[in-house]
């Protein structure tokens, strides 16, 4: 897969501790538009892309509100179980989404 949810590194780096290690807000434009932030050559996604191999991550076409949902889901400050389980049940649909991506283009 393209991320673990702990330290392990896969096509990209693992997640745990993802939101206290970045910057928020650059976390959130990171996940929403991956692409434009390799155009524009911020120095961390310029990192990222040549530590994983100048693999880019897919832009997901994310709402402001999806990112948000999985910034909470990555740094468990979900408190209601009823929405946790809708937040795992999307990040798992969106991980399903992007490996069916990835299947396409191999």
Do not use: F
Not at 4 to 21: A, F, N, R, Y
């Amino acid at each position: 897969s393209c991320h673990s949810l702990g330290k392990e590194d896969g096509i990209g780096p693992g997640l745990q501790g993802v939101t206290t290690l970045r910057d928020r807000k650059w976390l959130a434009r990171w996940i929403k538009k991956p692409n434009l932030l390799l155009a524009e050559q911020d120095p961390t996604a310029m990192t990222l892309y040549q530590k994983y191999n100048k693999i880019l991550m897919p832009n997901l076409k994310l709402n402001d509100s999806e990112v948000a949902a999985l910034l909470l889901y990555l740094d468990g400050k979900e408190k209601d179980s009823r929405n946790e389980d809708h937040g795992k049940k999307w990040a798992t649909n969106k991980v399903l989404m992007v490996r069916s991506m990835i299947d396409e283009n191999i």
